[in-house]
């Protein structure tokens, strides 16, 4: 049974004169820092358009929105996408994933990112809203992906209204009040995910979620592009897994989020429904709407809907870019 573990260190940003020298760039290049923040720009950027920031899932990285950010960036929105702590370029692996053909050590290693916490995700993202607001753009929109959703949930929590335009849920979680996004024992409401037959160890043990990408178990593979990425592309769905990172802290995932109506309740928030999705359940991602609408009721919950799996930035990128711009 999952244990509940909590500790962890901040994510660098990407610096205000990196967001500014992005803002000025005349090609819509990306500008990519140590930290793993990514910043897009179109020629012809509207300094009155909101930026999107782009929160990435579990196991996940700025890489997942390679697709989308140009795209963005095209219709005139300065776009940022970052790294969370332990992921993407602030990823850290156990010594055990570097051994082929697989030891027992692989179940039982302390992850290195055991001691990342939700407060750490949540002061990520809020720092980066921040530096946006202190570079003189707009509130941004801040898309959150999957477990991305919980961090902009406690992020918002502690910003309030006024700094964020727009919450975004993309296949993401959205707890009530004082539930952690993943509840142990199980919400009876919540329908299962096939993530659990899929996890290496035991999260009490490793104070990880782990999973095996670079699995030479053809069987195992097909099991995990069927969880994210089963209306992708074979090819890019291969790709997208060797991107991968093999730990997330399960801490972060079973802290209680405290969110209030006068905070993150006074966001307008859009929540887009992934109809075939493996890992979300779509009646998790109903019952999580309606219960964010029951605590709510003045600020209900925009829903738009998606015919795709948990991934619609690289199975459908340019309907999810469509989506998007119709709430920016």
């Not at 010594?95 to 002061?123: C, H, K, M, N, W």
């Not at 530096?131 to 929590?157: K, N, Q, R, T, Y």
């Not at 199980?186 to 782990?210: F, K, M, N, Y």
Request: glycine share 8%; hydrophobic share 50%; with cysteine.
């Amino acid at each position: 049974m999952l244990q509940s573990l909590i500790h962890g260190d901040i994510a660098m940003l990407l610096s205000r004169r990196a967001i500014i020298s992005s803002a000025l760039a005349a090609s819509g290049a990306a500008l990519t820092g140590c930290s793993g923040t990514r910043a897009e720009q179109a020629p012809a950027l509207s300094p009155k358009k909101s930026p999107f920031l782009l929160v990435h899932g579990a196991w996940h990285g700025t890489w997942c929105w390679g697709k989308i950010s140009p795209l963005l960036a095209a219709a005139g929105h300065p776009v940022l996408a970052i790294d969370l702590p332990g992921h993407g370029l602030n990823a850290a692996f156990p010594a055990a994933f570097d051994v082929q053909p697989r030891t027992a050590a692989l179940a039982t290693e302390l992850s290195p990112v055991a001691g990342i916490t939700l407060a750490d995700y949540a002061r990520a993202v809020a720092n980066a809203v921040d530096s946006l607001l202190a570079a003189g753009f707009p509130a941004p929109i801040v898309v959150g992906h999957s477990m991305g959703g919980g961090a902009m949930h406690a992020a918002a929590e502690l910003l309030g209204a006024g700094k964020i335009a727009r919450l975004v849920y993309l296949a993401a979680f959205m707890p009530k009040d004082g539930q952690p996004m993943v509840a142990f024992p199980p919400d009876e409401q919540a329908p299962p995910s096939l993530l659990t037959p899929l996890l290496r160890s035991d999260p009490g043990v490793t104070g990880a979620l782990r999973l095996d990408p670079a699995s030479t178990d053809d069987s195992y593979r097909a099991g995990l592009i069927n969880l994210f990425y089963g209306k992708v592309d074979p090819v890019a769905a291969r790709a997208a897994l060797n991107l991968l990172s093999p730990d997330i802290p399960i801490g972060a995932m079973v802290t209680p989020i405290a969110t209030s109506v006068q905070r993150w309740g006074a966001i307008p928030r859009t929540y887009i429904r992934t109809s075939s999705d493996n890992t979300i359940p779509p009646a998790l991602q109903d019952l999580m709407v309606a219960q964010a609408d029951t605590a709510t009721p003045a600020n209900k919950t925009q829903v738009l809907h998606l015919d795709s799996d948990h991934s619609p930035f690289l199975s459908m990128p340019q309907q999810l870019v469509r989506a998007l711009l119709s709430v920016a």
